[in-house]
Nanobody, 129 residues
């Protein structure tokens, strides 16, 4: 059974940093693309970043480029999202997602939630002004 468990969400002041973790199990880590999405109240789910762990190739939404960094620890089967220079508009529930399509990091489809089969339960990030 594929499982994705997010952790690391918290309340932080604007300008601060957080690191989210997505711990995975139930599938061959190298054979999947892992992504982070977020959903703020009243808004659609938004793709943040994705990574193909076997090559380290990444893709980012324009809204987070230069502030967020996605990485993976293949031995731990965990994907991280380092978030710096946080803004109140980054407030959302952050979700981890996985799919066996390894082309997703090559184009914007990697930030399309419909492309991902497996999802975690989410972790809340709140950025105060």
């Amino acid at each position: 059974e594929v499982q994705l468990v997010e952790s690391g969400g918290a309340l932080v002041q604007a300008g601060g940093s957080l690191r989210l973790s997505c711990t995975t199990s139930g599938f061959t880590f190298d054979d999947y693309t892992i992504a982070w999405f977020r959903q703020a109240p009243g808004k659609e789910r938004e793709g943040v970043s994705c990574i193909m762990s076997v090559t380290g190739k990444t893709y980012y939404a324009d809204s987070v480029k230069g502030r967020f960094a996605i990485s993976s620890d293949n031995a731990k089967k965990t994907v991280y999202l380092q978030m710096n220079s946080l803004k109140p508009e980054d407030t959302a529930v952050y979700y981890c997602a996985a799919d066996s399509d390894l082309t997703l990091t090559y184009y914007s489809g990697g930030l399309n939630s419909a492309r991902y089969e497996h999802w975690g339960q989410g972790t809340q990030v709140t950025v105060s002004s």
